[in-house]
């Protein structure tokens, strides 16, 4: 015996309940006329994930309530399907009138119009960028309901990554697991899923499908490629990354089940890098409803690599450009950004900052009087450019979006209300060493069709330079990128200590410096915008330091 599962690997939108609810009844309905007998969706997949404190608001889990009725009667018609769908549930009345947590990070299996089956997500996690326990409490019962004479086993993203909700499953009979996910990403998460799955496997004997969300939602991204395990724990199919798909997966029944499915390729880490950003520049343009963006283009490779990825992302009609050149723009800087932003095909403007720079200084010359030019006279063209780029963003209704990477971000090398200026950091998580494997990478692959080769080579070449003042260079501040990133990945995202970092071969003035200027730069970040996140710890909700902070290690 043969049957159909479909895992609706689509992209939901926070809050918009009536939209996702009319995406899973397309969804399903196709999946039921191409033969699917079962339709996985993703984890909390009604609401969109994660819907944070709406959680919490009662209206919201009642909008959740009417939709999951709404979903089941508008596939009551078709029969034998059943459907898989996440969604928050209050419990009663009496516990969802209450700020007691009583909620439950619910999944509901409908068929022929009814609710057959619910299951309730039993370990909630609460690390990195998940508040899980904010939310929602813990359920306890395993939840097994049969499809075509198979016996299904309904787990929830993290039970999966626990032995008993995989055993408990099994022993109340399962045949097989559905774990459906919300699981955001990060470089490498992919293969970590993939293993952690394969021991699930490999306890409990039962082939396994993960049904995972695509889509951008403010910081994090979900990147797909949902797959299914065999019971020998070998890859029965995986779906493409970064793209919603109805992934078809053929169940066989025989002595034992099988598992039959396309297998998506992998891509490398520069290209699960660029397909991440630029969804998550996408999706939060379009569903935040910006007409399109603007940035600064300086004739830089911070700049050069995010009008990369916003015309990859939005197209080159939605996207402009404004240079901003200072007494301190070196002539190469004028000629690359031009040549680059003609290369891309997106609008070019140039705005000098020379004579407000110049008011400025005069403004101030009574007070400055008997000073030396320092960093004061650099931040001020840096906020001339933010204040230039934000009356455009008002005028125009385009999102600034502001090109610090996260090597600038660590150390405080950024201007608060000057290149920080903006509504969305695209290179936020993205350190200086891989802004350089970017561009190379933008420059060799064209994955979107706009454009091959667009970065000019001296934009990647030449030493980077803020260009606040004369002949200023990056590492005149700074030690070297190469050395600086791995400082700020052992210290920042691995937490090793200074003296652990020390050891291992680094320069102990390097490592103080770079660690005193992370502490010392907690009040910029917490005033910077939202930006992508690709590694496992980023600047944002898995960074949660205070700022007045006398503690030293």
Same mark, same amino acid.
């Given at each position: 015996?043969?049957?159909?599962?479909?895992?609706?690997?689509?992209?939901?939108?926070?809050?918009?309940?009536?939209?996702?609810?009319?995406?899973?009844?397309? %969804?399903?309905?196709?999946?039921?006329?191409?033969?699917?007998?079962?339709?996985?969706?993703?984890?909390?997949?009604?609401?969109?994930?994660?819907?944070?404190?709406?959680?919490?608001?009662?209206?919201?889990? =009642?909008?959740?309530?009417?939709?999951?009725?709404?979903?089941?009667?508008? +596939?009551?018609?078709?029969?034998? +399907?059943?459907?898989?769908?996440?969604?928050?549930?209050?419990?009663?009345?009496?516990?969802?009138?209450?700020?007691? =947590?009583?909620?439950?990070?619910?999944?509901?299996?409908?068929?022929?119009?009814?609710?057959?089956?619910?299951?309730?997500?039993?370990?909630?996690?609460?690390?990195?960028?998940?508040?899980?326990?904010?939310?929602?409490?813990?359920?306890?019962?395993?939840?097994?309901?049969?499809?075509?004479?198979?016996?299904?086993?309904?787990?929830?993203?993290?039970?999966? /990554?626990?032995?008993?909700?995989?055993?408990?499953?099994?022993?109340?009979?399962?045949?097989?697991?559905?774990?459906?996910?919300?699981?955001?990403?990060?470089?490498?998460?992919?293969?970590?899923?993939?293993?952690?799955?394969?021991?699930?496997?490999?306890?409990?004997?039962?082939?396994?499908?993960?049904?995972?969300?695509?889509?951008?939602?403010?910081?994090?991204?979900?990147?797909?490629?949902?797959?299914?395990?065999?019971?020998?724990?070998?890859?029965?199919?995986?779906?493409?990354?970064?793209?919603?798909?109805?992934?078809?997966?053929?169940?066989?029944?025989?002595?034992?089940?099988?598992? @039959?499915?396309?297998?998506?390729?992998?891509?490398?880490?520069?290209?699960?890098?660029?397909?991440?950003?630029?969804?998550?520049?996408?999706?939060?343009?379009?569903?935040?409803?910006?007409?399109?963006?603007?940035?600064?283009?300086?004739?830089?490779?911070?700049?050069?690599?995010?009008?990369?990825?916003?015309?990859?992302?939005?197209?080159?009609?939605?996207?402009?450009?404004?240079?901003?050149?200072?007494?301190?723009?070196?002539?190469?800087? /004028?000629?690359?950004?031009?040549?680059?932003?003609?290369?891309?095909?997106?609008?070019?403007?140039?705005?000098?900052?020379?004579?407000?720079?110049?008011?400025?200084?005069?403004?101030?010359?009574?007070?400055?009087?008997?000073?030396?030019?320092?960093?004061?006279?650099?931040?001020?063209?840096?906020?001339?450019?933010?204040?230039?780029?934000?009356?455009?963003?008002?005028?125009?209704?385009?999102?600034? +979006?502001?090109?610090?990477?996260?090597?600038?971000?660590?150390?405080?090398?950024?201007?608060?209300?000057?290149?920080?200026?903006?509504?969305?950091?695209?290179?936020?998580?993205?350190?200086?060493?891989?802004?350089?494997?970017?561009?190379?990478?933008?420059?060799?692959?064209?994955?979107?069709?706009?454009?091959?080769?667009?970065?000019?080579?001296?934009?990647?070449?030449?030493?980077? @330079?803020?260009? +606040?003042?004369?002949? =200023?260079?990056?590492?005149?501040?700074?030690?070297?990128?190469?050395?600086?990133?791995?400082?700020?990945?052992?210290?920042?995202?691995?937490?090793? @200590?200074?003296?652990?970092?020390?050891?291992?071969?680094? %320069?102990?003035?390097?490592?103080?410096?770079?660690?005193?200027?992370?502490?010392?730069?907690?009040?910029?970040?917490?005033? @910077?915008?939202?930006?992508?996140?690709?590694?496992?710890?980023?600047?944002?909700?898995? /960074?949660?330091?205070?700022?007045?902070?006398?503690?030293?290690?």
């Amino acid at each position: 015996m043969t049957f159909k599962i479909s895992v609706a690997q689509l992209n939901f939108v926070v809050g918009d309940i009536a939209g996702n609810a009319q995406k899973i009844i397309d %969804a399903s309905r196709t999946a039921y006329a191409q033969g699917a007998r079962l339709v996985l969706t993703p984890e909390l997949s009604l609401c969109g994930y994660a819907a944070e404190d709406l959680f919490l608001r009662p209206s919201f889990i =009642q909008a959740c309530d009417d939709a999951l009725k709404t979903v089941a009667q508008a +596939l009551a018609d078709l029969k034998d +399907l059943h459907v898989v769908v996440g969604h928050p549930s209050g419990g009663d009345e009496r516990t969802r009138s209450v700020s007691v =947590q009583r909620r439950l990070n619910m999944a509901s299996v409908l068929s022929q119009g009814q609710v057959v089956a619910q299951y309730a997500k039993r370990e909630l996690p609460n690390y990195q960028v998940f508040d899980e326990r904010r939310y929602f409490m813990p359920g306890h019962a395993p939840c097994v309901f049969e499809v075509q004479g198979v016996r299904v086993g309904l787990l929830i993203c993290e039970d999966a /990554w626990f032995d008993q909700p995989a055993l408990q499953a099994q022993a109340a009979g399962a045949q097989i697991l559905a774990v459906i996910n919300a699981s955001p990403f990060h470089v490498g998460k992919g293969d970590e899923r993939e293993q952690a799955m394969r021991a699930r496997v490999g306890a409990t004997g039962l082939p396994l499908i993960y049904a995972h969300l695509v889509g951008g939602q403010d910081e994090v991204v979900f990147e797909g490629r949902s797959f299914a395990l065999n019971a020998d724990q070998s890859l029965a199919g995986r779906a493409p990354s970064f793209v919603p798909d109805l992934f078809e997966v053929t169940l066989t029944q025989g002595q034992a089940l099988h598992l @039959s499915a396309p297998i998506a390729a992998e891509g490398s880490l520069e290209a699960d890098l660029w397909h991440a950003l630029v969804l998550g520049v996408r999706d939060y343009i379009g569903k935040n409803g910006f007409p399109g963006v603007l940035l600064g283009l300086s004739g830089g490779i911070d700049s050069a690599l995010v009008l990369a990825i916003a015309v990859d992302a939005l197209g080159a009609d939605k996207v402009r450009t404004v240079m901003m050149p200072s007494p301190y723009t070196a002539e190469i800087s /004028w000629i690359d950004a031009r040549e680059m932003a003609q290369r891309l095909g997106v609008r070019y403007d140039e705005l000098s900052i020379v004579p407000e720079f110049e008011a400025f200084l005069a403004s101030l010359n009574n007070d400055f009087a008997g000073t030396t030019p320092d960093t004061t006279e650099e931040n001020i063209q840096a906020r001339i450019r933010g204040t230039l780029l934000m009356a455009l963003s008002n005028k125009f209704g385009a999102l600034v +979006l502001t090109t610090g990477n996260k090597s600038e971000m660590a150390t405080g090398y950024c201007t608060l209300y000057g290149d920080m200026a903006g509504g969305f950091a695209v290179l936020k998580d993205v350190a200086k060493t891989l802004v350089f494997q970017l561009a190379r990478w933008r420059n060799a692959h064209d994955p979107y069709g706009c454009g091959a080769n667009p970065i000019p080579e001296r934009i990647i070449t030449r030493p980077p @330079s803020a260009e +606040l003042r004369p002949d =200023q260079k990056d590492q005149d501040s700074l030690p070297p990128y190469d050395v600086l990133d791995a400082i700020v990945s052992r210290y920042m995202e691995n937490d090793q @200590s200074a003296e652990e970092i020390i050891t291992a071969g680094f %320069a102990r003035a390097d490592v103080e410096k770079v660690t005193r200027l992370i502490r010392l730069n907690e009040y910029k970040r917490r005033q @910077s915008p939202v930006g992508i996140r690709v590694t496992h710890r980023s600047f944002g909700k898995d /960074w949660r330091y205070p700022i007045t902070n006398k503690f030293r290690a």
